[in-house]
């Protein structure tokens, strides 16, 4: 069976044990992809327990008129999820802060049917505001897949990560995001 993409958060009776296994999900996405970014010191020591820290917090703070949290579930396990809230960065609008895929999992549609959920939730609950999304420039893969998706790079700048190492950052938009539902 295909996963399924479920809207999560306090309105619809997620556990603190759903937060965890969404961060936990997070914390392994963020272990591959950002090797050689983040230090291996917070990689390996710290990751886990921020990830629950933030999670948790999203879960208890989850305002279901500002934030959207996805999860593509396979038998009631996270493969993939999506994290997009008004307010990260209010003067940008909404922001998809994360957007991760199970390395086994890559390739399979995943990160498309939740950009898909994200954009669907924007026309429907939010007059088709612009959805924006950032990503480290080093990550190649993930450039090409929002490039290819219609994003168009709206900013550059320099961030320091985990590690001390400073990384550009870059911003993508979607003016309409209905376009991401094609």
């Known amino acids: 069976m295909d996963p399924h993409i479920a809207r999560l958060g306090h309105a ?4 603190r044990n759903d937060a965890y296994a969404i961060a936990d999900l997070h914390t392994r996405s963020r272990q591959i992809a950002y090797r050689g970014l983040y230090g291996d010191a917070f ?3 710290e990751l886990f327990d921020v990830s629950r820290a933030t999670w948790r917090a999203r879960f208890e703070t989850f305002d279901p008129a500002t934030d959207l949290i996805l999860a ?3 038998d009631a396990e ?27 999992r890559k390739g399979g ?13 924007l026309i429907e609950d939010h007059a088709g505001a612009p959805l924006h999304l950032e990503v480290y420039a080093p990550n190649e893969a993930a450039l090409d897949f929002y490039i290819r998706k219609g994003g168009v790079e709206v ?15 870059v911003r993508y938009r979607w003016a309409e995001p209905a376009a991401l539902l094609r």
Do not use: K, Q
């Not at 619809?12 to 556990?15: F, K, L």
């Not at 549609?109 to 939730?121: C, P, V």
């Open 155 to 169: 900013a550059r700048y320099a961030e320091v990560v985990p590690g001390g190492r400073e990384v550009d950052t």
């Open 43 to 45: 990689l390996e020591h």
């Open 109 to 121: 549609g995943l990160g498309s049917a939740l950009l898909a959920e994200t954009a669907r939730w």
């Open 12 to 15: 619809s009776g997620t556990s």
């Open 72 to 74: 593509a579930m396979d």
């Open 78 to 104: 996270p493969v993939a999820l999506a994290y997009a809230s008004f307010r990260i960065n209010p003067e940008v609008g909404c922001l998809v802060d994360n957007l991760h895929v199970a390395p086994e």
